[in-house]
Antibody
């Protein structure tokens, strides 16, 4: 059974760099069938796709965040990482890790982690 | 402001049917059959309900169905049950950024 588990700092100060880890079990992030994405949800708001990582190291970013975001992975540990630079209060959100189906035009997110709340406050 | 437009809320009684709309543009919904729908209960992660406009993942009730006309996609839930009370989000592939965009979400209340 596939499971995704996010981990992160919880609370951070403005201007710091956010580092998140998504640990995947029950499936391999080296699969050519799936992308591995980060998505965030501001409190009480909608969903925003941030970036995805794909087999072989291919990455793709939301243009609105691309200048501050880096996605990467360690296939030996089956982990996907997200770094966001220059965090502000506007980046306060629940950050989700999700599996995205490659080969389906909708690129649907069929499995999600439980999410980790990141709060930016001085 | 979200890229896709959804009504903020809809409500209906148990047993009734509801339809949630999701309006985009020719860069997304209008030109691609690449719409998905997600259900999100409070404090939980979203769950995929519909993809590629009309397809249901294994395990999703056939009370949930999707459709599309022009730049607007729709999610219909028939035979409403109390457990359907939730937030629903649409998403679509967009050629503008070659990625996925979401709607702002619709809160469904089962009266």
């Amino acid at each position: 059974q596939l499971q995704l588990q996010e981990s992160g700092p919880g609370l951070m100060k403005p201007s710091q760099t956010l580092s998140l880890t998504c640990t995947v079990s029950g499936g391999s992030i080296s699969s050519t069938t799936y992308y591995w994405s980060w998505i965030r949800q501001h409190p009480g708001k909608g969903l925003e796709w941030i970036a995805y990582f794909y087999y072989g190291g291919y990455t793709h970013y939301n243009p609105s965040l691309k200048s501050r975001v880096t996605i990467s992975a360690d296939t030996s540990k089956n982990q996907v990482f997200l770094k966001v630079n220059s965090m502000t209060a506007a980046d306060t959100a629940v950050y989700y890790c999700a599996r995205q189906i490659h080969g389906s035009g909708s690129y649907p997110f069929d499995h999600w982690g439980q999410g980790t709340l990141v709060t930016v406050s001085s | 402001q979200s890229a896709l437009t959804q009504p903020a809320s809809v409500s209906a009684s148990p047993g009734q049917s509801i339809t949630i709309s999701c309006t985009g543009t020719n860069s997304d919904i209008g030109n691609y059959n690449y719409v998905s729908w997600y259900q999100q209960h409070p404090g939980k992660a979203p769950t995929l309900m519909i993809y590629d406009v009309t397809k249901r993942p294994s395990g999703v009730s056939n009370r949930f169905s999707g459709s599309k006309s022009g730049n607007t996609a729709s999610l219909t839930i028939s035979g409403l049950q109390a457990e359907d009370e939730s937030d629903y989000y649409c998403s679509s592939y967009t050629s503008t950024t070659t990625s996925v965009i979401f709607g702002g979400g619709t809160k469904l209340t089962v009266l």
